[in-house]
């Protein structure tokens, strides 16, 4: 069983900076494909940013050169940085481990939120 904590969420101004962190207990985070998804009020949820085991990295286009995905193996930690935030940034977001052999999230964080005002 893997849970993940999410930590680092609040509220910000316009071109503000934030730094979200996801810990998972468990084992075998290495293994994992780690994710950020948001979702909007009256929105879908949405895939903001992976990293693979590889460190290989994917962003929606939204956030490229203002977001970037890190992990920590040693510390089973995965990281958001967000910088240059705009108000249309606002959301909860969830963080989110693909273990193999599955191809898409099986376990899921209890959310944080972030909320970014003009």
């Known amino acids: 069983q893997v849970q993940l904590v999410e930590s680092g969420g609040g509220l910000v101004q316009a071109g503000g900076s934030l730094r979200l962190s996801c810990v998972s207990s468990?084992?075998?985070?290495?293994?994992?494909?780690m994710s950020w998804y948001r979702q909007a009020p009256g929105k879908q949820r949405e895939l903001v940013a992976q990293i693979y085991n590889s460190g290989a990295t994917k962003y929606v286009d939204s956030v490229k050169d203002r977001f970037t995905i890190s992990r920590d193996d040693a510390r089973s930690t995965v990281y958001l940085q967000m910088n240059s935030l705009k108000p249309e940034d606002t959301a909860v977001y969830y963080c989110?481990?693909?273990?193999?052999?599955?191809?898409?999230?099986?376990?899921w964080g209890q959310g944080i939120q972030v909320t970014v005002s003009s």
């Open positions: 989110a481990a693909t273990r193999p052999p599955y191809a898409s999230p099986n376990y």
């Open positions: 468990g084992t075998q985070f290495n293994i994992n494909t």
